[in-house]
């Protein structure tokens, strides 16, 4: 079994800063792409930037120059460093990652989600 847990959301007012992370574990071979993604109220969820085992990044219009993805060394943690917060930015977000496991399949997995609320 392979899970992905996520922490580190919460209330912020506009302007201020969030530090997300995703710990993958379990039955994990290698992890290829891990993303980020936030679905606010009423809309659907959307990709908010994702990063390749070989640190490539892609970012949604929409966060460039305010969020930054990265990967531990190991590769199994993600981090979304959040700043500039605005209170479009709230919502659900949620770590999804590609994993090959040591049983030699790939899965695509999805955490619980993990709150942010910005306040204006």
């Known amino acids: 079994q392979v899970q992905l847990v996520e922490s580190g959301g919460g209330l912020v007012q506009a302007g201020g800063s969030l530090r997300l992370s995703c710990a993958a574990s379990?039955?994990?071979?290698?992890?290829?792409?891990m993303g980020w993604y936030r679905q606010a109220p009423g809309k659907e969820r959307e990709l908010v930037a994702n990063?390749?085992?070989?640190?490539?990044?892609k970012y949604a219009d929409s966060v460039k120059g305010r969020f930054t993805i990265s990967r531990d060394n190991a590769g199994n943690t993600m981090y979304l460093q959040m700043n500039s917060l605005k209170p479009e930015d709230t919502g659900v977000y949620y770590c999804n990652a590609a994993v090959f496991g040591v049983w030699g399949g790939v899965v695509n997995i999805w955490g619980q989600g993990t709150q942010v609320t910005v306040s204006s």
């Open positions: 379990g039955s994990i071979f290698s992890i290829n792409a």
């Open positions: 990063i390749t085992i070989g640190g490539s990044t």
